[in-house]
């Protein structure tokens, strides 16, 4: 079974600054995928970024990055110059090819002005 | 081009009566998940459906859960008997078969209130 652990259940960050969220995984499979949701209060899941297991190379979406760590498991989330509209709970995501997401706890994000 | 729908967005019932959640995919899409969210919690996966056929339903509920996807119309997720505890967010997400994976496309969800 796939676990999916975000041990920040909380975090701020100033506006204008940079945050890093912390995500780690466990799994046996060799190809997968990962992901970050952000949810804000309307509840809709939104789609941050998307790492490919077998991808040596960082995803990047305009201020998202990843630090994808393959042996470690990890795969933590850099928003760089963080805005008011970041404010949200961010979620973790884990996925085989062609299957379910197993998602972290999450983590509370909140940018201050 | 819509994206998934999921109707109502907002569902109260009392205890013991029955909950039905629909969801429509995205058009071209024929795979369909449930998750459910409890407050202050992740989604989990509930089960992954494609047409007229159940491919995992390994994070439903053994009782009182049943789900489907007809040939026409949409997904249907049914909670019979319902109690306090099945209050939650209840997501669906679509994806089709193309690509090197199935990227899902997640409805704006259902809040099932049970009091």
């Known amino acids: 079974a796939q676990t999916v652990t975000q041990s920040q259940p909380e975090m701020s960050v100033q506006e204008a600054e940079t945050v890093t969220l912390s995500c780690t995984y466990d799994?046996?499979?060799?190809?997968?995928?990962l992901f970050w949701y952000k949810q804000p209060p309307s509840r809709q899941m939104i789609l941050v970024i998307r790492q490919e297991a077998y991808k040596q190379q960082n995803a990047t979406e305009n201020r998202f990055s990843v630090n994808f760590q393959k042996a470690a498991k990890s795969f933590s989330l850099k928003i760089s110059d963080s805005q008011l509209g970041d404010t949200a709970m961010y979620f973790c995501a884990f996925m085989k090819p062609r299957g379910d997401m197993r998602f972290g706890a999450g983590t509370r994000l909140t940018v201050k002005p | 081009n819509a994206g998934v729908m999921q109707n109502p967005r907002h569902l109260v019932r009392r205890r013991g009566q029955e909950a039905r959640l629909r969801c429509s995919p995205m058009k071209g899409h024929s795979h369909v998940y449930w998750y459910r969210q409890l407050p202050e919690e992740g989604l989990k996966f509930m089960v992954y459906?494609?047409?007229?056929?159940?491919?995992?339903e390994s994070g439903m509920p053994k009782e009182r859960f049943s789900a489907e996807f007809p040939k026409e119309g949409p997904s249907i997720l049914r909670i019979q008997q319902v109690v306090r505890g099945d209050s939650a967010a209840y997501f669906c997400?679509?994806?089709?078969?193309?690509?090197?994976?199935?990227?899902?496309?997640f409805g704006p969800g259902t809040r099932l209130t049970v009091l």
């Open positions: 459906l494609q047409k007229e056929n159940i491919i995992d």
């Open positions: 799994t046996s499979e060799s190809n997968y995928y």
């Open positions: 997400a679509s994806s089709n078969t193309s690509g090197r994976y199935n990227e899902q496309f």
